[in-house]
Each structure stands twice: as C-alpha cells, then as structure tokens.
C-alpha cells in the first residue's frame, strides 16, 4: 500500500512538470522570420559623390564633358564641342574658300532605368556658334550658274569701271538658341565601380532652320564676249536686275535643299574616366525573406 501510494505523488509531479514546461514554451512569442540584407550600393550613393571627364567625336565637333551623379538613376553632364576646318569648294561654278566654325556648350541630364548602360538623354546646347564663312573672288572671263542661267564675269577695265564679281556668303546652323538636345546611348561616365567608360550616344539637337546667304558685287556679263555687262549693283540696269533675281532664286534652292537640318544629327562615340570625389559608405536594406 505504502508503495502504491509513493508511485502516484510520483506519477503526479511528473505530470505537473510536463505541465508546466509545455505552458512555458507556449506563452513565448513565436521566433521572428528569418531576414535577408541586401546591399543596395546603387540607392544608397549619394549625389555628388563620382565625377568623370570624357572626349568624344560627334557632327557637332570634338567634343569635352564633365559629368556627375545626382542619385542612383541620375546623372548631370556639362558638354563642350569645337572644330574647324578651312577647304576650297566650287557651286554652281563659283569658287570659294570656305571655313566650318563649329563652337557650342550645354548641359544634359542623363536617366538611367537600370541603373546603368542604357539612357535617356534630355537637355540644350546654351552656347550655339555652329556655322560656316566663305569668300568667293571669280576671275575675269569665269563663267558661273545662277538659277540655271549663265553669266560671266567681267574683265577689268578701267575705262568703264568693270571689275570681276566676288562676295562673301555664310552658312547659320544655330537659328534657335538655346537649341533643345534629346539623345539616347549606351554607357554610364559616372560608373559606381572601376574608372573606365566608352559611352555611345545618338540623338538630335533642334538647332533651327539652317540659312545660307550670299552677297557679290562687281560686274557680270551675259556673253563670253562680254559686249553686255553691267554692275549687279545697279538698280535700274535690266541685265543687274536680271542678276539679283537669279541670285535670290538661287540662295531659296541652297536653302530649301538643307532645311532638313534644323534637326541636326548627332552620333557621337566616346572615353570617359570617372573617379571618387567624397567617400560614403554603403547601408545595407534588411527585407523580409
């Protein structure tokens, strides 16, 4: 009887204990979800934190920028671009010794959707001096084509004063300033790693309708025998008037034929080398796995 009754306040305490353990273990709250970091470098770069200097060719020229970061998807660049080149050209049978200036500077703002490579490119050319000059002096007994009508220009002769037909004619390719640039392109100058960059870069810049003036002055003759010539300076003279009408007619067609660069074409290709200029330190993102 006596060990009966041991063997159930036994029994009994091991139940209590088992009891309590279980109750202890329900009233702790459950374990929180295992977490994951992620180092999220691109959210976390702060702006002005990277710049690069880059060079590059285009239409526009050799071109220079300076770029730098915004946030992870944005970037700002300061462009430059210049060239010029002097040559000897013939039209419509006149010679003339032309040079291309081409002088601008703007800014782009540069979105990259995936952080790098691929962009979208908006901004302006706020300095635009892109054009070209040419001086033309045509020889005595040289023949040249105006509106499909022929002339020759006269010989010097003191007796009457004839001299031979020369001017000066120019070339504008920056009707509109500013001129608004949209661009897309490969390659970010601002790069988050290493130094090196090679952007590609293709778009337009709205430079407004290109024009082309010419002026001459001296004398020019209908026949090669020169018997009929007059100064293209006289405004009663029919053989002058006749002249200044072709020369109008003749500049509408020059610039008719390039009107279609007031959207002016860039295709540009390029090195970039980008560098630190304050240091940061990248946080990092807890998110629930």
């Known amino acids: ?5 041991t063997l159930s306040i036994l029994l009994c305490l091991a139940s209590y204990t088992a009891l309590a353990q279980d109750s202890s273990s329900t009233s702790q709250p459950p374990p929180p979800p295992p977490m994951r970091s992620l180092v999220a470098p691109q959210d976390d770069v702060p702006p002005f934190s990277r710049m690069s200097f880059g060079a590059g060719v285009s239409p526009l020229g050799i071109g220079f920028q300076v770029s730098t970061d915004l946030d992870s998807h944005l970037n700002v660049r300061g462009i430059g671009n210049v060239f010029s080149y002097s040559t000897t050209l013939t039209s419509s049978g006149i010679p003339f010794s032309a040079a291309l ?4 500077g703007g800014a782009m703002l540069d979105y990259y959707p995936f952080h790098h490579g691929f962009r979208l490119s908006g901004g302006a050319l706020f300095v635009n001096r892109n054009g070209a000059t040419a001086t033309a002096s045509i020889p005595g007994g040289t023949s040249i084509t105006i509106n499909n009508q022929t002339y020759y220009s006269a010989n010097t002769n003191p007796a009457t004063g004839a001299t031979p037909l020369a001017g000066a004619g120019s070339l504008t390719l920056n009707t509109t300033t500013p001129s608004a640039v949209l661009t897309t392109g490969w390659g970010n100058p601002v790069k988050r790693s290493g130094h090196w960059d090679f952007p590609v870069e293709i778009g337009v810049a709205f430079i407004g309708t290109p024009k ?4 001459l002055s001296g004398w020019a003759c209908t026949d090669q025998t020169q018997l009929f010539c007059a100064n293209i300076a006289s405004p009663t003279n029919p053989i002058a008037q006749q ?3 072709n020369l109008s007619t003749q500049i509408a067609k ?21 560098f630190r200029v304050r240091s940061y330190q990248v946080r990092k993102r807890r998110l629930a796995g």
């Open 1 to 5: 009887m006596r060990r009966f009754f």
């Open 101 to 104: 200036n081409l002088d601008s």
């Open 212 to 215: 082309v003036n010419l002026a």
């Open 243 to 245: 002249f200044q009408a």
């Open 254 to 274: 020059w610039n008719s034929n390039i009107s279609g660069l007031d959207t002016y074409p860039i295709v540009s290709f390029g090195v970039a080398y980008s």
